[in-house]
T-cell receptor
Framework: AQSVSQHNHHVILSEAASLELGCNYS??????LFWYVQYPGQHLQLLLK??????LVKGIKGFEAEFIKSKFSFNLRKPSVQWSDTAEYFC??????????FGTGTRLKVLA | GAGVSQSPSNKVTEKGKDVELRCDPI?????LYWYRQSLGQGLEFLIY????????KSGLPSDRFSAERTGGSVSTLTIQRTQQEDSAVYLC????????????FGDGTRLSIL
């Protein structure tokens, strides 16, 4: 069965620090990969997605993610976080079907 | 409207009552999803609609849960004889149904069972 693991449940960083959130999935076939963000009091929004092509994907607000097929990973990165990046981040996988499998989320708090 | 609309935004009810949650997807979106988000948990898939049909109901936790979609648009999720463990945020998402298009989420309905 497909599954998604987000190893960091809570992350606290100071502004300007670099961010990397881990995401690993289990599925042997072709996958589509997503990162969603949920800012406080707002709905889930798409941050970036990977379908095919360049494994380094750039999203909104300076975020990027790298798909490493051999490691079944799709880690999210940002070189320098801002206070406004405080949110909950969800990794999701869709493998071969319409069905999305979400990770349990990572709560990021950025200290001003 | 421009986005996915869910109502009510909050619902408090007594254990044993039935509740109905509504989702209005983005116009023209043929695919519709329901998820449940419990405290400290990720998004738990409940059901998927393509048009008015639900090819996958495997995520519905029990037979107290049901969902329907009419006219290829509005969907309702019904929970009968609610239990305290049903307390969660219920999220709806829609997509154009084309494989390479992602989902758009509503704000959710926060359900609290007393």
């Amino acid at each position: 069965a497909q599954s998604v693991s987000q190893h960091n449940h809570h992350v606290i960083l100071s502004e300007a620090a670099s961010l990397e959130l881990g995401c690993n999935y289990s599925y042997g076939g072709t996958v589509n990969l997503f990162w969603y963000v949920q800012y406080p009091g707002q709905h889930l929004q798409l941050l970036l997605k990977y379908f095919s092509g360049d494994p380094l994907v750039k999203g909104i607000k300076g975020f990027e993610a790298e798909f490493i097929k051999s490691k079944f990973s799709f880690n999210l990165r940002k070189p320098s976080v801002q206070w406004s990046d405080t949110a909950e981040y969800f990794c999701a996988v869709r493998g071969g079907t319409y069905k999305y499998i979400f990770g349990t989320g990572t709560r990021l708090k950025v200290l001003a | 409207g421009a986005g996915v609309s869910q109502s009510p935004s909050n619902k408090v009810t007594e254990k044993g009552k039935d509740v109905e949650l509504r989702c209005d997807p983005i116009s023209g979106h043929t695919a519709l999803y329901w998820y449940r988000q419990s405290l400290g948990q990720g998004l738990e898939f409940l059901i998927y609609f393509q048009g008015n049909s639900a090819p996958d109901k495997s995520g519905l936790p029990s037979d107290r849960f049901s969902a329907e979609r009419t006219g290829g648009s509005v969907s309702t999720l019904t929970i009968q004889r609610t239990q305290q463990e049903d307390s969660a945020v219920y999220l709806c998402a829609s997509s154009p149904g084309v494989y390479d298009q992602p989902q758009h989420f509503g704000d959710g309905t926060r359900l609290s069972i007393l």
